[in-house]
């Protein structure tokens, strides 16, 4: 489902925000290890153990090691034994080669040359990586938990062979892999920095689904995105865009070999990230439940991504008619809600059965609910959670199509009205957020919050709905790694600010345009808790305060309002230059609402000392910059060409005040 049902998409009533902010990170001593802090060394109250950077998704457990770095700039041996993961292999290469080192590697090392340095990888039951853990961490209890549990790694530095070495060690090949990404973040001027991580996600399903109405992804993004979740250790993607017709109005066709060939690089980039690319085939609009033929279709389009690698799929029946529709339906099930149930459970029921057997590998089948939203009972949710094979998943939104807050309590109790008091059903949260296909004239930069942080304890797992830029859906999709791995430790702001950070890249001017365009776009829905451009606000209310009071204070204003007129320059250099690209038209409004700002301080200024005709000059300006900051410049897939809107209109409001400040004379 999306925010915006087909038949209603371009007219959905922005709705009410989330009701409140996760809860603040709080350092605790576990076992001798310290939780880590999500803060930043300058960042206020932050906690983060001494010497080690800032690791995101914030580890179960981690403390700075008491030797040395490990020093990848000379010869370092990468220890792998044969069938190493192979991804997980190549990023460390990759790894030592950027920090200037010469990549070696072997699957063992017996008398290392002087100087050198080891980088060893391991799965439980790998011998020479499980010693040196064991002997690095005394195979402390957060050590054993983390290889106990399904993508767990630990990492632990020191030299055990005479050699500065890191050691990384996960559960399976997917702890592996995340194991990297750890290393990845403890690497600081060419070295690795002395660590010990023991660390799980506390999620099973943690990522993505691009299921928005509006223009689908290009595969480019598609990819790109995927690399990005692989880094922040997610580990889904679900295709599911509602305008890609070979997934709902023409879901019975197959693909052609160009388009086989765009899904197969998709589903291998997914798989190098250790990434479930996951098939959502959405018959609903046209399904018969009762009808043979479409069961065969379904079970071959099943098959036909099976046969790429797809070995986890969605059949989503969400946004489609309420009630029994085919007469052979009506006939064989009755018409109703419940019977609606029922013949979607006998139709979910037997593509399972058919399309699973004598399959390996294949994560359990998912489903989206045509009533996917609520946690009360209904006789549509009684009936499917009675029929529906308790091993099918249900997708669930919440409360709402778009939920102001997701709570332990609310989930468990759909848990119940989709599954049986005996046997709760098992949920993923499809959340709708970033998503804006109802709102596509804004941005949605705000940090997620409003979902209780021990939610892991009653689903499944968590995916975020993105937008349709892509690449301004990455703040977002850091928050929704940061949450799913570890909910109790995740703090919004400060993973946001990590995540706008890690985007723009080292250049300080870069960072501070970063957060100035994210500050215009907070506005999710219109509450206090994501108040509208809070520092621009912040800046303004501080400068009518001091003009009311016949000392006007222009400063932070003005630098605001230049920094604004140059985001068009600034953001191209970002780290992530997709950013920009889906950013253009919002920042040429930002620019031009800058240049307005700054005629109309100077115009206010000219009112001050009585100079008419800079008044009418800085009026021209004004009057101009809201003419063009108005025009029409972000393209739709369905509602023409919109205008973007920033700040919720406070820049609109201020120039607006202003030119009722200096009327003409």
């Known amino acids: 489902m999306s925010a915006a049902p087909a038949r209603a998409r371009g007219k959905r009533r922005r709705r009410a925000m989330l009701l409140s902010a996760a809860g603040i990170l709080v350092a605790a001593l576990v076992a001798g290890w310290i939780v880590v802090s999500r803060d930043r060394p300058d960042a206020p109250g932050g906690s983060r153990p001494t010497g080690l950077p800032a690791i995101f998704p914030v580890p179960q457990h981690a403390s700075a090691g008491s030797g040395n770095p490990v020093s990848l700039k000379g010869r370092v041996y990468i220890v792998a034994p044969a069938g190493t993961d192979q991804p997980s292999l190549a990023a460390v290469q990759d790894l030592v080669a950027s920090a200037g080192g010469t990549p070696e590697v072997r699957a063992t090392l017996d ?68 194991a990297v990404q750890t290393l990845r973040q403890l690497l600081k001027d060419g070295s690795v920095t002395a660590a010990r991580v023991s660390d799980w996600p506390l999620m099973q399903t943690r990522g993505v689904i691009e299921g928005f109405y509006g223009t689908p992804w290009s595969h480019q993004a598609r990819l790109d995105v995927l690399d990005f979740a692989g880094r922040q250790k997610m580990n889904t993607y679900i295709y599911s865009p509602k305008d890609d017709p070979l997934l709902r109005d023409k879901w019975r066709a197959l693909y052609s070999a160009q388009e086989l060939t765009d899904l197969q690089e998709l589903i291998d980039t997914a798989t190098a990230n250790h990434i479930r690319f996951t098939y959502a085939l959405s018959p609903g609009i046209d399904v018969c439940y009762s009808r043979d033929s479409d069961l065969d279709d379904a079970v071959t389009k099943l098959e036909s991504l099976y046969s790429l690698g797809v070995r986890s799929f969605v059949i989503p029946l969400d946004d489609i008619a309420t009630k029994v529709q085919c007469a052979e339906d009506i006939k064989e099930f009755g018409s109703g809600q419940a019977n609606l149930a029922k ?126 830029e ?63 451009a809070p520092a621009l606000r912040r800046d303004m209310d501080r400068f009518w305060t001091g003009y009311d009071a016949g000392k006007p204070t222009s400063g932070d204003l003005l630098a605001r309002a230049k920094l604004l007129q140059r985001l068009p320059e600034l953001l191209p250099k970002m780290a992530v230059p997709g950013f920009a690209s889906d950013a253009e038209h919002w920042a040429a409004a930002a620019a031009e609402y800058g240049r307005g700002v700054e005629a109309a301080l100077a115009m206010l200024d000219a009112a001050k000392r009585g100079d008419a005709e800079a008044v009418q000059a800085g009026r021209n300006q004004v009057q101009g910059a809201l003419t063009a900051a108005a025009a029409k410049t972000q393209p739709t897939l369905d509602l023409g060409v919109v205008t973007p809107v920033l700040g919720d209109s406070e820049l609109k409001s201020f120039l607006e005040r202003a030119l009722q400040a200096a009327p003409p004379n």
Request: no cysteine.
């Open 111 to 178: 008398n290392p040359a002087e100087g050198s340095s080891a980088v060893y990888l391991g799965t439980v039951g790998t011998t020479a990586a499980g010693q040196l853990l064991s002997e690095l961490t005394g195979n402390d209890d957060g050590t054993r938990e983390a290889l106990g549990r399904a993508e767990g790694y630990a990492v632990a530095t020191g030299a055990p062979n005479g050699i500065p070495t890191a050691v990384l060690t996960g559960h399976d090949t997917d702890g592996l892999f995340h």
């Open 470 to 532: 892509p690449y301004l859906s990455l703040p977002a999709i850091f928050n929704y790694a940061d949450f799913s791995w570890n909910g109790p430790s995740y703090n919004p702001q400060l993973s946001m600010d990590e995540a706008l950070l890690r985007l723009a890249g080292p250049d300080k001017d870069v960072q501070a345009a970063v957060k100035a365009f994210a500050d215009l776009n907070q506005d999710w829905q219109d509450d206090e808790l994501t108040p509208s």
């Open 343 to 468: 013949a979607q459970a006998s139709f979910l029921n037997e593509l399972n059965q058919r399309f699973s057997a004598g399959k390996d590998g294949l994560q359990p089948l998912e489903t989206v609910p045509t009533f996917y939203t609520g946690s009360g009972s209904s006789p549509y949710k009684k009936e499917l959670g009675r029929a529906l094979d308790p091993s099918i998943v249900v997708q669930w939104t919440g409360e709402d199509v778009v939920s102001h807050r997701i709570t332990v309590d609310s989930a468990e109790t759909a848990r119940r009205s989709y599954g049986t008091q005996g046997t709760p059903r098992d949920l993923v949260i499809w959340d709708n957020y970033p998503v804006n296909d109802f709102s596509q004239d804004h941005l949605f930069l705000a940090p997620l919050i409003g979902r209780d942080t021990d939610l892991h304890r009653a689903v499944r797992g968590i995916v975020t709905n993105a937008m349709i």
